[in-house]
């Protein structure tokens, strides 16, 4: 009988661990770092597994540890949404207290894996903690702006892979920022397009205008199209040692108009189910963006 209440509370304390740190997220940003630390080295010949591993555990813990540090902040606020009512701190299943010290262990043990990697990527991960935990979740209940500050934390972890790789932030880590930077925009006004009734429950800003309404479509839009010229940069020759061949320009090109497609379907129909679909086609995209950045890098 001990046994499985043991186990229980093994399989239910790791179901807490997972919603808390929200792991899927987490495992995809982790994914986008390891994208961004392959397209930083110079070759097969300098690639350094310990390195990557420290990269992804740490990168696994910042963001788990912003995500848990959110939940604290917001817990009243969750407790109201459908969607998050049913999270360890705002169902009451983990004190605040011991979400706070799960939060902090996460950033003391994130911050020293990449600095044992090298100082500048332990800086760009506490910038990231910081203004996700800071200034993002403040201002998600006062303005729409909100979506713009949590952009720049949302795309530091395509940049950050490769200044693990190189221990530099230049041109090509500007410009994998720059391409994650205006990715949010389209994808968090989908959500927020989509979960409207429960954000609005919580008094959360997510939409530029403040509604579902043409005026956010047609800005989802054009940072659409502008995602999709960055994502062109490294064609052009002018980001330094990260470029892309015609080819796979090409390959990106359609990527960028299929979901672009998705975008004009929202501007026209402005439903939720719309919203839903842009949603997850935005997911895909900058998956499929990076695997082909990789590919085109290790091909050439």
């Known amino acids: ?71 604290v902040i917001e817990k009243d ?20 207290n011991h979400a706070l010290f799960l939060a902090s262990l996460l950033t003391i043990v994130g911050l020293i894996l990449l600095y044992m990697i090298n100082p500048k990527s332990a800086m760009f991960g506490a910038i990231s903690i910081f203004l996700y935990t800071s200034v993002y979740t403040p201002l998600k209940t006062v303005t729409s702006l909100s979506v713009f500050v949590g952009a720049f934390p949302g795309a530091i972890p395509f940049m950050l892979g490769w200044v693990a790789a190189t221990g530099n932030f230049g041109i090509e880590a500007g410009t994998l920022f720059l391409i994650q930077f205006f990715w949010q925009f389209p994808h968090f006004w989908a959500i927020g397009w989509f979960l409207y009734d429960d954000y609005e429950k919580a ?11 043409k005026s956010t479509a047609l800005q989802i839009l054009l940072y659409t199209i502008w995602l999709i010229i960055a994502s062109l ?10 470029f892309i061949t015609p080819v796979s320009a090409v390959l990106v090109l359609l990527l960028g108009l299929w979901m672009l497609f998705y975008s004009v379907k929202l501007y026209q129909l402005q439903t939720p189910k719309a919203a839903r679909t842009l949603m997850l086609v935005s997911v895909l995209y900058i998956t499929l963006l990076q695997i082909i950045y990789i590919t085109d890098k290790f091909l050439r």
Not at 4 to 28: C, H, P, R
Not at 29 to 42: H, Q
Not at 203 to 213: Q, R
Not at 233 to 242: E, I, K, N, S
């Open 203 to 213: 008094g959360f800003f997510m939409l530029p205008s403040g509604k579902k309404d």
């Open 77 to 96: 606020l969750d407790a109201l949404m459908d969607r998050t009512k049913n999270r360890p701190v705002a169902s009451g299943r983990m004190s605040p």
């Open 233 to 242: 940069l490294p064609m052009l020759g002018f980001t330094g040692q990260l």
């Open 1 to 71: 009988m001990s046994a499985t209440v043991t186990t229980f509370s093994v399989k239910k304390s790791v179901a807490d661990f997972k919603e808390i740190t929200k792991a899927g997220l987490a495992i995809s940003v982790v994914f986008s770092s390891v994208a961004g630390y392959l397209l930083g080295i110079d070759g097969f010949s300098r690639f350094n597994f310990t390195q990557l591993v420290m990269l992804a555990i740490g990168g696994y813990c910042m963001v788990g540890a912003s995500n848990a540090y959110n939940q």
